[in-house]
């Protein structure tokens, strides 16, 4: 059998990614079966599990990569394309996301591989949160992980909404209301 390329190999493990995270979003965790998983990608379960070792790898590396994007969105172009972007995001994938809140919640050691994931985010985002407060352009009466908390707070309840199918049709007025409520107030 003639070896891969790096590049096939990334591009496979790419597509996997892909077709998984559709089948996720279709059946949510429990019911994307390795069955499913393998129509879905149309691999073998031999190939699936060739680059994630479990189901819940492959969930987890979905997940990391959908926490490095938009961290990455953040600290490139900042809370408001992370908004649109979530609001943008596909509802049903969104809602099997949340399944990681529950499992944290519910399964200690599930707890304890997810704290060992990009533990780099946290401090890039803090020395975000921290520079912007510096420069000016976030309120600095309040600390920055009061900031950052209200932040998480508003992009996790619009995930929920848009997972659970509500339309926001004032996409612009509310933006502006919670950027309004992070920046500085200006006499």
Do not use: H
């Amino acid at each position: 059998m003639p070896k891969l390329s790096e590049e096939v190999k990334e591009a496979r493990r790419e597509a996997i990614l892909a077709a998984a995270r559709r089948c996720f979003a279709d059946y949510g965790y429990e019911g994307a079966t390795v069955a499913r998983l393998e129509t879905a990608t149309g691999a073998s379960r031999g190939a699936i599990f060739n680059y994630f070792a479990t189901k819940e790898e492959l969930f987890l590396a979905l997940a990391d990569a959908d926490a490095a994007r938009f961290a990455n969105l953040w600290i490139d172009s900042g809370f408001e394309q992370v908004l649109r972007a979530l609001l943008a995001e596909d509802p049903a994938w969104l809602g099997v996301y949340f399944e990681i809140g529950r499992r944290l919640r519910t399964d200690e050691q599930f707890r304890l591989r997810w704290a060992k994931r990009a533990p780099d985010f946290e401090q890039r985002l803090e020395e975000r949160l921290r520079a912007l407060q510096e420069s000016g352009e976030l309120r600095s009466d309040v600390g920055w992980q009061s900031l950052g908390r209200y932040m998480g707070i508003v992009a996790d309840g619009l995930a929920i909404r848009r997972a659970a199918g509500f339309q926001t049709d004032d996409t612009e007025a509310l933006i502006t209301v919670v950027l309004s409520a992070i920046r500085p107030q200006r006499a």
